[in-house]
């Protein structure tokens, strides 16, 4: 009865915090048509994915998918990071680590390149998770350590919490469990001072844990009970049925049958309705080992083969999934080559648009300058040939007047021959005859004749003077020419 009770309470509670989960969806819903703006758009369904996750994964990852097709589109990395992360959580529910991992490691790359510290930390959380369950611990501790070393640099307290929880994990498998339960109990004082529900859940869940690996199960019992409720309330479906899952194995090893069967098949119930194969094979191989530990061998070997088929379900999803990871990598590589090339056809369509245009303005301007060349050359040709019609016209007028000149320098020089032959014959003529009169004065015989001569003296000077007045009179007509 007590069991039935607590399953019924359990029913219940899920009831309303399924309700409270789907208004919340429902209201971003409701929202999304009037997002016009793409980026905004890809954080909104990556808001509604992530709320999916905890009530229903089929629509978590149909929402998820067109979120990283839109991304992609958009070339938004920081939405399409988020949205890989998301996919990375959705296929670790349903225990398909491989694909898990491929989608974090993709979501990892992105958060470099975009030097995202918290992305970068969550991301590495998540892979410590993974290999945690897949028993390779070191590399979970590594991975831990790591997300812890990120979240402390960035003051990051949640994501310190968070990691510490899988430096839990580490420990309890490692067989480590007083720093288990430090490092549970410090992960839990936490999320208590950051007042976050979830986290107190998970941590609520792992201390159990370390208890019920210490067979200490009264305790186990009472942090898996408070982990129950608390995920309850938070509405956090994965954490309800790894709750049952954990009461189930703890009834099983205290050898409780009835109740372990019980909370094992309320775990099955759950992660079937919501997705979550991981709790749902796990409830499965328990509840195999339950009822063949009560002799119920068909229930047993129901389960065993159950077991088998959702396992090979799981193995053929992953395949697909992986086929389909790597066919969605290549049509997306192939659209980038393609509109890389298309890009370069453009690039290079500018380039000679802009060489042709360039080419053009350079035209123009030399046309432009010829033209302006040209006018300048014809004004200048009518300028020469005005100043060679004015030249020429000036050589004319200095033809003219150096004939005029020339004619009148022969006029004077004819003058002055003329001058000259007169000196020579007209003056030489009455001078001589002076001389010669002087002379005959200067004889003593002749003194009785000198009144004849002073006579023609007189008359040879009258001669002589009115020669000179002549040559004087043509020098007066010369200066005139």
Request: hydrophobic fraction near 40%; aromatic fraction near 10%.
């Amino acid at each position: 009865m007590k069991i039935f009770a607590v399953l019924v309470l359990s029913v219940l509670g899920l009831s309303v915090a399924g309700f409270a989960q789907q208004s919340k969806i429902d209201s971003l819903l409701k929202s999304l048509p009037a997002v016009g703006d793409p980026v905004k758009r890809i954080d909104q369904l990556n808001n509604i994915a992530t709320y999916y996750t905890r009530t229903s994964v089929q629509e978590a990852e149909k929402t998820v998918r067109e979120s990283i097709l839109r991304a992609r589109e958009a070339h938004y990395k920081k939405g399409l990071a988020d949205a890989l992360k998301i996919a990375g959580v959705i296929y670790y529910i349903r225990s398909e680590y491989t694909v898990a991992i491929e989608y974090y490691y993709q979501s990892l790359k992105l958060y470099e390149d975009l030097k995202d510290s918290a992305g970068e930390a969550k991301i590495l959380h998540n892979l410590a998770l993974i290999f945690n369950i897949n028993k390779e611990y070191e590399q979970a501790y590594k991975f831990a350590r790591r997300s812890i070393e990120l979240k402390r640099k960035m003051g990051d307290s949640l994501g310190v919490a968070n990691s510490l929880l899988s430096v839990t994990d580490y420990y309890t498998h490692t067989g480590k469990y007083p720093q288990a339960l430090e490092a549970g109990q410090t992960a839990l004082e936490r999320y208590r001072g950051l007042h976050d529900e979830i986290g107190i859940s998970h941590a609520l869940l792992q201390i159990g844990e370390v208890y019920a690996r210490q067979k200490d199960f009264p305790t186990a019992t009472v942090f898996y009970n408070q982990g129950l409720q608390q995920a309850q309330r938070i509405e956090d479906y994965l954490q309800i049925a790894a709750s049952y899952k954990k009461f189930g194995e703890l009834f099983l090893a205290s050898e409780q049958y009835d109740s372990a069967c019980h909370y094992l098949r309320a775990t099955i119930a759950v992660a079937h309705r919501h997705d979550i194969r991981r709790e749902e094979v796990e409830a499965m191989r328990f509840l195999a080992t339950c009822f063949e530990k009560t002799g119920s061998l068909d229930s047993a070997l129901y389960y065993t083969r159950a077991l088998a088929a959702v396992e090979q379900e799981i193995f053929g999803r992953q395949s697909k999934e992986q086929i389909a990871t790597i066919q969605v990598i290549y049509e997306f590589e192939k659209k980038e080559q393609e509109l890389g090339f298309q890009k370069r056809i453009v690039r290079r369509q500018y380039i000679a648009i802009a060489g042709v245009s360039l080419i053009l303005i350079l035209a123009i301007m030399l046309g432009y300058k010829f033209y302006g060349l040209n006018k300048s050359n014809a004004e200048a040709k009518e300028a020469l040939l005005k100043l060679n019609r004015e030249i020429n016209q000036m050589n004319e007028n200095l033809e003219s007047m150096v004939r005029e000149r020339t004619e009148e320098i022969a006029a004077k020089n004819q003058r002055l021959l003329e001058y000259a032959f007169f000196t020579a014959h007209e003056v030489r003529g009455p001078l001589a005859r002076i001389l010669g009169l002087v002379e005959l004065a200067k004889i003593q015989e002749l003194r009785h004749e000198h009144e004849e001569i002073i006579v023609r003296l007189q008359e040879a000077a009258n001669e002589l003077d009115e020669v000179i007045r002549i040559i004087n009179r043509k020098l007066e007509s010369t200066k005139r020419i």
